[in-house]
């Protein structure tokens, strides 16, 4: 089981968009997937999962679950103003460690309105997943003005090239 996540809580994201089509990169290759979407944590999750509320919150603790079985994680990164969505780093604290993450695999893709395509984004959160004891795959697309190579729910063939490349090296992971 793949595990992807969509690293924003904002709605109708492109994060989210490039989740599906993630998803159905690998589903197109006979791999089990699940989306976790962080505009669905409670709004509260910071206040009642975190630190000496770990555990707490039923709700929070379905995403706790699902992170702590998956065999494989992708994330979607959005960057947010040179980082990543605190959001996402909140959802991180609030999980299993360090189970949730040592030993595992991940992938990142980066995605940006920019020309850097998340590349700052992706070296802070590859830092925390080397600290978890995570293995990140090398291959991580940076997919810059991302609006210009997006429509609807189709990427440009360039960075639909990009994410099948990493998805196989995913796989072979």
Known sequence: MITI????NRKNSVSKKLAHIYQGILQSKGVA??????????????????????GKNEVFNIF???MLEAEKMVFIVPEYNGS?????KAFIDGLAFPHTFR???AALVGISSGVQGGGLALSHL??????????VLAQKPKLARI???????KLSQLYHDLLEEQVDKLLAF
């Open 5 to 8: 996540v969509s690293g924003t």
């Open 33 to 54: 997937t699940e989306l976790i979407y962080l505009e669905d944590l409670p709004d509260d999750f910071t206040e009642t999962a975190l630190y000496d509320q770990s």
């Open 64 to 66: 706790r679950k699902q």
């Open 84 to 88: 990543f969505p605190g959001v996402l």
């Open 103 to 105: 030993d595992k695999k």
């Open 126 to 135: 590859t830092d925390i997943f080397n600290y978890c004891g995570t293995h």
């Open 147 to 153: 609006e210009a190579n997006l429509t609807e729910n």
